[in-house]
Structure formats: structure tokens, C-alpha cells
């Protein structure tokens, strides 16, 4: 015995029961708080200034060593910090390239619990009450879309992964037919489970003609997979699902609707209509990261024929024994391709209880406006071409008379910048600039001021400390 002393234990955040529970965690989130709103603050606008290499470096001179032969106490703050100076703040107005929505405070505060109680989804053992949670929320979420049970994912490609998965096991084998508007997870899926090259319809309009599908039904034979879309990731468009629906019907075929970015509208009596022939699909993908405003991840897959996932089954002794399954204790590996699972079921249930349809209808409401309001903005504008009304929330623009060059070297000065964020998009072969309106607190002279970036000059390196930090907001 040397009569050193035993190595320090760091304390385990899962509480009550456990060791210094909740207490543990108490100081550290203070830590985390001052930490990101001193690193927004740093930031000073919607994302960080400088391009990837000034990141890069910022990052590299905080965490020098990644793995340390002694520990840093103050490495959660320093790390923390970074973060938030190098992210892209999708609670501020001025970030809307992307379908990355600002979490609700709520969802967010879930999101702690799930992740200090370390349930894992894969035996009822690991997760008892989660399991539980799972079971009752996400079938409430999939009659809410007209189906009847749906599976928790880690978001829209995953879905349809398992749509296609579900689809090939149902009938033997399955052609994928879609638009050429089609996420870009829906090809992939096929070549993955190795399934024929897809027959991709052309789609001028931006949506799913029902005509050239009918043509392209009546040239294939074998099962088939119609693909629908409910939300274009390009332009937010929606696929004419009910005529969509009865082709399936009248040529066989099933039917498969991404509804990954659309899925929001359910929540809106004023929206809910423009899904109309959702509940005629077999498999349905939905994201509540998107318009749910949940924190990364947040998808789901909702089923018309819950016994079709016996497809999923598997049977490991340790995790799901015939003895337990038969004595009633729940068998989760048949609710999922992955083992181990985190309860993301639980900020999702939260948000449902704690805003109800109501509040979540409101949300969706207004970004349906706001983006509708900048369209105007706009369409009225000397100085911009609107490509079209938006459909749910997403508004394509450019600056009139520019060249495809021009526009993409705005997007790029604007980040570089650290100003505003903008997506990009061609769906007519001409390179458009893209808001992606997801933030309830975006305000219609935010939207002015973004036009108004958008088509400033160039800033020089001297002018650049001058800039105002957008104004932010993160959804209560």
C-alpha cells in the first residue's frame, strides 16, 4: 500500500437516487447559461464572423489538447463558450438558410432531463417509464396525421429509409418512384437497402405532376413506391397528395409521403387543410425539428399497418427474452433499427402538453404570415425577384438582374460577414437565395433589414466592428 490517494470521482449528474443527483448538476448549469450568453454576446450576430478558418482557429486555441494528461475545471465554460461564438444562432431572425428552427425553452429543459437520466430505449428495464411515454405519444402523434402508431427517429432521412425498408419487406421487393424534387435520403435509401435505381418523374412546376406520374405508373409493372412530398426542402412546395393518392390506388401502388418539413401544418386549423390525402398513405415521415421547434432529434415514421413492423424484429436474450416478453414486459427492439436509444420522445411529449395543439397551431400560424409578409416585401421591391408565393415558410428570392455568380457571392459575403444566414436553391436551373422562416419572434422590420443586407455593398475590413448584433430571441 503506497497510501496515495484514490483518484477524484467527478459526481453523476442522474438523480434523486443517485450519487449527489441533482445538486451535481445545479452550479454547472449556471456555468453553461452565463457561458452561451457571454459567447452570443461575442458572436454579436446570427453567426460567427470570419469564415471557416477564423473558427477553425478560434476553436483550436480554446481546446488546444483534446485529450489532456491533467483536467481543466474550466473547460465547460471555455468549450461552452466557443460553441456559442462559433454557432449559427438559429433563434436569431437573421439565420434562415436551413430547416434548423430555434428549440423551444420548454423542449430544450426536457431535453436536460432525458439526458440526466440516461434512459436507454432498447429494454423496458433500461426505460420503464420512457417506454411507456414513447408508446402513448407517438401513436397519438401518428392518428393525429391519420395513421395508426408511429416510430421515433432521429429525423426525416432516417424515416425514409424505413419507409422504403418497410415497403421492400411488405411486398417482396419495391421500385421507388418520386419526383425530382424528392429529398435527396429517399435515392439513397434505395441504392442502400439495394433496391432498383429509382424512376425519377420530372417535375417543371415543382411539384408532382399527376399526370406524368399516371404515365410513368402505367409504363412499370412489379411493386412500386410512390414517393410524395409535403414540404420541398428547395421551396417548401406540397405534392398534390389526394390526386397523388387515387393513382396510387387505381395502379396498385403504395404510397409514401415525406412529410418531414409539412408535418407542422397538422398542428394549424387555418394550414392543416393543404395536407389533405396524408391519411391515404401507408408510411408517413414527420420531423418535429423542423416546424415543432424541438431540439435536434425529433422524427418520426407513422404507419397505416402497425403489423407491417414485425418486419423490425429481433430477438437478443439479454435485451428481450421470450420469458419476459410473455410474462408483459414490452419488446422495444422491434420499434427501431437502432439498439441504443435516448428518450427523444420526452421533449416532444412536453411541448405537446405544454402548448397544446392550440399554442403549436399559433407558431406555425405566424411563420406561415411572416414568410407570406416577405414575400410582399418583395414583390414589391425594385430591386428583387420573388420566385413564388411561399406555400408553408420558406420565401426564394434574388436581387434583379443578377447572374447566378452574383447571387452565390451574396450569400457568401453575408456569412462571411456574420450578418445573416441564407440558404440556397435551384428550382428552376437559377441559383436563388432562400429564407427559411421558422423563428415565432421574427419581426416584419427584421425582415426589411435582411433585404436591406442583402443588397448593401461589400463591407470592408474597417467598417466590419461597426455592425449592430441582431436583435434575438429564442420561443418561450
Request: hydrophobic letters at 45%.
Amino acid at each position: 500500500m503506497t497510501g496515495d490517494a484514490p483518484p477524484l470521482v467527478p459526481p453523476l449528474a442522474s438523480g434523486p437516487g443517485g450519487l449527489h443527483g441533482p445538486e451535481a448538476l445545479r452550479p454547472l448549469l449556471g456555468t453553461v447559461l452565463d457561458a452561451l450568453a457571454a459567447g452570443g454576446r461575442a458572436r454579436g450576430g446570427p453567426v460567427p464572423a470570419g469564415g471557416h478558418e477564423a473558427v477553425a482557429a478560434r476553436i483550436a486555441d480554446v481546446l488546444g489538447d483534446a485529450l489532456p494528461d491533467d483536467g481543466d475545471p474550466d473547460a465547460l465554460r471555455a468549450l461552452v463558450h466557443a460553441l456559442a461564438e462559433g454557432s449559427a444562432d438559429p433563434a436569431d431572425p437573421l439565420c434562415a438558410a436551413h430547416l434548423h428552427c430555434p428549440p423551444l425553452a420548454v423542449a430544450t429543459a426536457a431535453d436536460l432531463a432525458a439526458s440526466a437520466l440516461n434512459p436507454s430505449l432498447d429494454s423496458w428495464d433500461q426505460a420503464p417509464a420512457a417506454s411507456a411515454l414513447e408508446a402513448a405519444v407517438t401513436r397519438a402523434l401518428a392518428h393525429t396525421a391519420g395513421l395508426a402508431d408511429a416510430l421515433v427517429t432521429t429525423g426525416g432521412t432516417e424515416s425514409n429509409q424505413l419507409a422504403l425498408l418497410l415497403a421492400r419487406e411488405a411486398h417482396g421487393g419495391v421500385r421507388l418512384v418520386c419526383g425530382a424534387q424528392a429529398h435527396h435520403s429517399l435515392p439513397r435509401a434505395a441504392w442502400l437497402l439495394g433496391l432498383p435505381d429509382p424512376v425519377v418523374v420530372p417535375t417543371p412546376s415543382g411539384v408532382l405532376d399527376p399526370a406524368a406520374l399516371h404515365e410513368a405508373l402505367t409504363a412499370l409493372s412489379g411493386p412500386l413506391l410512390v414517393a410524395a412530398t409535403a414540404g420541398t426542402t428547395d421551396a417548401g412546395l406540397i405534392d398534390p397528395l389526394p390526386e397523388i393518392a387515387g393513382l396510387c390506388a387505381a395502379h396498385g401502388a403504395r404510397l409514401h409521403i415525406d412529410a418531414a418539413y409539412g408535418a407542422g401544418l397538422l398542428f394549424s386549423d387555418r394550414h392543416r387543410d393543404k395536407l389533405a390525402g396524408l391519411e391515404a398513405a401507408h408510411t408517413v415521415t414527420l420531423d418535429l425539428h423542423k416546424l415543432g421547434w424541438q431540439p435536434v432529434a425529433a422524427g418520426l415514421l407513422a404507419v397505416a399497418r402497425p403489423a407491417e413492423l414485425a418486419a423490425l424484429h429481433q430477438r437478443a436474450d439479454y435485451l428481450n427474452a421470450d420469458d419476459d416478453t410473455e410474462a408483459g414486459f414490452p419488446d422495444l427492439l422491434g420499434r427501431s433499427l437502432r439498439t441504443t436509444r435516448r428518450p427523444d420522445i420526452l421533449k416532444i411529449a412536453v411541448t405537446l402538453k405544454t402548448l397544446g395543439r392550440t399554442g403549436l397551431g399559433a407558431l406555425v400560424d405566424h411563420v406561415c404570415l411572416r414568410a407570406r409578409e416577405f414575400a410582399a416585401l418583395i414583390d414589391e421591391h425594385p430591386g428583387f425577384e420573388l420566385y413564388d408565393r411561399p406555400v408553408i415558410s420558406t420565401v426564394l428570392f434574388r436581387p434583379a438582374g443578377a447572374t447566378d455568380d452574383d447571387v452565390a457571392a451574396v450569400r457568401r459575403r453575408l456569412l462571411h460577414e456574420g450578418r445573416a444566414v441564407l440558404g440556397r436553391a435551384r428550382p428552376d436551373g437559377r441559383l436563388w437565395l432562400k429564407a427559411t422562416l421558422l423563428n415565432p419572434h421574427t419581426r416584419p422590420d427584421d425582415l426589411a433589414h435582411l433585404l436591406k443586407l442583402v443588397e448593401a455593398r461589400p463591407v470592408t475590413p474597417a467598417e466590419a466592428p461597426l455592425k449592430e448584433p441582431a436583435e434575438k430571441g429564442t420561443p418561450a
